[in-house]
């Protein structure tokens, strides 16, 4: 025995995780593009196979969650199906179809000693996921991972750990039908509360943290690791109706932007409305809301816009700075162009926000100038997306202004490195 | 009186110079590029014509600091001169000459709905540039911060702040006379302890931190903010000489790696050589090292293979860990390229790492498994450099694995956001 304190077990068993995850980024940051789709294909029919096995486990985490009265919308994002686990398998196919990320070098050019520079992209090496109760994260997520040549670590929410080690039991036999570490897509096996935090400090075993999740989650990793964070924060989205809009249009954009779903950070949750065509647009459009279930919250010139078509309460400015993530809606009648996007710059959180106009300078100094993720032109919000942006698949969307800002693919999960090519170059030899 | 508790004075001055900062990147951000050029060549044009106020306001920074008894290569980075205030002043026009990083929007795909994607390039934010002695930093710095159109608080070393303050007075008249927020690019006017531990708390005025200095500056400043940090940690940096060398080229390549500058961080700090190459490289390369005035630490069996050609003391494990930045040299004779790249793995630090072969197989081996920002075929590591990569300019070289891996030029400070054309296209419509 000796007096050094050793670390407790849970960090231990952390590392040890970490250390398996680093040595495999290694191997797979070498293998190839094939190898790595063969791989996929594995897991996915490995989860089609074993698909009552990972509804069996699902059902374990459902009853526990009901006899622990978890909230509806929880449980549903919980449970599984037939049609879930054959949605993930689907989803890991299209991972295999999709291009390479990596690839050969490539942007050469010439320095000026005659040297030739190329980039070529790599994986970040291991990446850490922690997210909250939808299992099929736990597919998707490894799936990206992978086919960058990134190792990961995935930590559900306790509530679906049975579920999660039901799919890493398929990704792990799958990696190793392919001949690749197993260990390259690992589940944090516990549900040990202090297991997030043992994660947040392993700096030398995980390169890059992704949060999916909440805003407090989110808050809480960015504030508690040193490990560089892919932050998605809130989704204050707005849709502006310029007054050269289609109102037709701006109508049937600003209805999907809010109802495709309530729940997504893409949802419009602020309307603006240039003040030249809001007696014409908003009477009709908030009775439309109205009766779809929505509650609406206007400024004075809206309420007076809208007349007696619809009940519009006071909007205050918390409405303003709110991401309802439900059926609400804030409404602001404004001067001009410059004025909404003086109120997205302010209440807005740098997520999606869309003009619908038929003005192009107006359009363009909306996209140059408006500061989010991603703006858009004639088309709602809702569809901030990485599969609807053609890459294939997102791992979340990222407002950081680092590395990447909008939908998180395949692409994101990697990085340039710089290769340099002489024959014999000297320097200082000219 | 309140009984609030107000915020210190110093933490106010800062926040006050973070506010000024963040409103002047507005205006930047939508800055034509014309008028930042314009901003770039006033700037020069106003450090040659108030190059007496620099070299005076210098000449204080300097007595100062030899009163204090500062070390003399401190001293060296400290000290302007009419030719390095010219230097400064062409830098600043060839910053000017540089294409626009920002642009149009490109990179056009379709979306499966139909919706038209693009990527625009947006300036980072606000970048807060903290940095040691060299008062050139202060204007190369800014040029490329104002560039890419992001505003810049700058803290250089307290020993040189009228140094700063002088160029800083020319950097705010030129950004004035182009029509631009002298804010755009500020020094920190206090050299109170205090300021650097300010600017790494304020989240919100400022996006990205830059340090350039020393490991233990690096590691402070990632290590105390929740700012994003492009770091740039050691370079203990390789050059291999494979089997397949020539070997004359060989020694070139060692040599210069070495000693171009022994204070860069692409300089050479170990030597690894192929067992079967060892006896004809080494005794004379190992004499030409030691003639230059550099000491060599080797293994055993560098010792033997140089024979009696030159002093030799034995490596230890430090030795290879070391980034001397001087005139040591560490020795290692391996016994193939995967020997060569598992000590590179295992002790470097990920910067700059460089082959010499004139086997192709081994180069592209090389180039894809070493895990370094940059990687060199036939050239010396001291060639890291932005300028050298034809990038016009840098602003540090990052070991990040998130957003820049390598020199740090004018694209890696922006970020692309996403651009969505549609036409009245709805979710879930089709």
Redesign the interface.
């Known amino acids: 025995m000796t007096a050094e304190a050793k670390p407790p077990p849970l960090a231990r068993h952390m590392q040890n995780l970490g250390r398996r995850a680093r040595a495999a980024s ?1 191997i797979l ?2 293998a190839d593009c094939a190898a790595k789709n063969r791989a996929l294909t594995a897991i996915a029919g490995r989860l089609e196979s074993e698909r009552e096995k990972i509804l069996a486990a699902n059902a374990r985490d459902v009853a526990a969650a009901r006899a622990g009265a978890v909230a509806a919308p929880l449980l549903e994002r919980l449970q599984l199906s037939e049609s879930r686990v054959a949605a993930m398998a689907r989803g890991l196919r299209q991972v295999a179809e999709l291009p390479d990320p990596l690839g050969d ?1 490539g942007e050469w ?5 005659g ?1 030739r ?1 190329g980039r ?1 992209r ?1 994986p ?2 291991v990446i850490g996921i922690i997210y909250e109760s939808r299992p099929n994260v736990t597919a998707d997520a490894a799936a990206l991972c992978i086919k960058a040549g990134n190792a990961a670590i995935l930590r559900g929410g306790s509530e679906s750990l049975h579920s999660n080690l039901a799919i890493a039991h398929c990704i792990a036999r799958g990696l190793a039908a392919a001949g690749l570490p197993a260990d390259a897509a690992q589940v944090v096996n516990t549900a040990e509360r202090g297991a997030v935090g043992a994660l947040l400090a392993m700096e030398e075993f995980v ?2 943290l992704i949060p999916r999740g909440g805003k407090d989650l989110v808050a809480r990793i ?2 508690q690791s ?1 490990i ?1 964070v ?1 932050k998605h924060l809130q989704g204050v989205c707005h849709v502006y109706v310029d007054a050269a809009a ?1 109102l037709a ?1 701006a109508a ?2 600003a209805f ?1 932007a809010k109802t ?1 779903r309530y729940g997504i950070c893409g949802a419009m949750e602020t309307l603006l409305v240039h003040r030249a065509v809001a007696a014409e647009l908003l009477p009709a459009l908030a009775r439309r809301f109205v009766a779809h279930g929505v509650e609406l919250r206007g400024c004075h010139a809206t309420v007076a816009a809208v007349g007696g078509a619809a009940a519009v309460s006071p909007a205050t400015e918390e409405d303003y700075l709110a991401e309802y993530l439900g059926p609400q809606l804030a409404l602001r009648v404004v001067d001009d162009l410059a004025a909404a996007m003086a109120h997205i ?1 302010r209440y807005g959180s740098g997520h999606t926000d869309a003009i619908v106009t038929a003005d192009e300078a107006a ?1 363009r100094r909306f ?3 408006v ?10 919000t ?2 901030a997306d990485g ?4 890459l294939g698949a997102e791992l979340g969307i990222s407002t ?4 990447a ?3 998180v693919g395949l692409e994101e999960l990697t ?15 000219g």
Chains 1, 2 share one sequence.
């Open positions: 290694i940051a070498r070098t050019r010439d320095g000026p000693s040297l520079i070529r790599v970040l090496g390169d890059v960015s504030g040193r560089p892919l289609d249009m049937d954009v999907n495709y710059a359009a996209t140059a100038e500061d989010s993720s991603s703006v858009m032109v004639n088309a709602p809702c569809f599969y609807e942006y053609g950081n202004r680092l590395h800002r909008g939908p990085i340039r490195k710089f290769v340099v090519i002489g024959d014999g170059h000297l320097r200082g030899a």
